[in-house]
């Protein structure tokens, strides 16, 4: 089962939706690495989860993506892709996971994550 694990808060002035979120809300907003802000929504004593805020990309400029960690990112692209949605950025290799970006068949963004 896909569960999802963090959100993604896409701009094109992430400092300014990073200051918003960390002043409205109490975020802990971490200092950028590749355009891109961890995000600490609040403590483990209580439901939710983290996510990120960051510069969006030409084929998201604004808007949140879920992301969902799977076990195979490959079967879940492959099964995605069989079930009507569309592969918006390939599987990207970072230091400890894969990542994906898809659109569902109604249009709504998500990103697939593989831990390594």
């Known amino acids: 089962m896909g569960r999802v694990i963090g959100f993604e808060l896409n701009s094109q002035d992430p400092e300014k939706a990073a200051k918003f979120y960390s002043s409205v809300f109490g975020w802990e ?7 891109y802000r961890e995000v600490t929504t609040g403590g483990e004593e209580k439901p939710g989860m983290n996510g990120g805020i960051g510069k969006g990309p030409n084929d998201y400029p604004y808007g949140t993506r879920i992301q969902i960690e799977v076990d195979s990112i490959d079967d879940a692209i492959a099964n995605a892709k069989e079930n009507g949605a569309m592969i918006v950025r390939e599987k990207m290799e970072f230091d400890d996971f894969y990542l994906a970006y898809l659109v569902d068949p109604v ?10």
């Open 29 to 35: 907003i971490s200092a950028p690495n590749w355009d």
């Open 107 to 116: 249009g709504l963004g998500f990103g697939l994550i593989q831990n390594k």
